[in-house]
């Protein structure tokens, strides 16, 4: 069976990952699962920047293939302040407070337009990496709604469906989603050989 190090201590992002590839015959392992406890600085100016440096230390640590993802939201009137720094919007950092940071921001703004991305890089212990991108458009409500997902989830509605990304099942959320896309394209490539698990 094919091993692969995820380099993030999200569950959530862990359980989305691990259930689209787990049908492909990948053990997906967590960092608890190989003893890795450093706190990797996500200081990059881009998500391809932070993902390749959590797979590219993670995979030196390991010797195992490892993927590193970075993912945030942008919304376009206020297009410095999320991105990758999503995680870090409010000052606290914790999820309901950046929910409402977000909300106070676009009191009066008639533009609320707004787009998930998610950028994956998957890194051999020979250092050969793949980049993947993934993104799912849509605009941000006045209110929060539905109890799936996490982060910004309650708040973005998804274009041409109408609903939150919190209102999707875990199914629906892996089809539609940024991350899932992004894990389609690498799933591609893992279906037709491209990539040499060692």
Known sequence: MKRLVIATNNEHKL??????????????LSLKNIG???EIDENGLTFF???QKKAEIVAKHSGLVSLGDDSGLVVDSLPEELGVKSKRFSSSGVTSDNNLLLLKKLEGKTNRQAHFISQIVLVLPNGLYYAYEG???GEIAFDSKG??????DPLFIIAG?????????ESEKNEISHRGRAIMKLIEDIKNETIDFQ
């Open 36 to 38: 890795f406890t450093e």
């Open 147 to 152: 109890t799936n997902g996490f982060g910004y």
């Open 135 to 137: 993104r799912v458009d």
């Open 15 to 28: 359980r989305e990952i691990e259930t689209l590839l787990r049908p492909l015959g990948i053990e997906c």
């Open 161 to 169: 469906d109408g609903r939150r990304m919190a209102e999707l099942c």
């Open 49 to 51: 920047d932070n993902a």
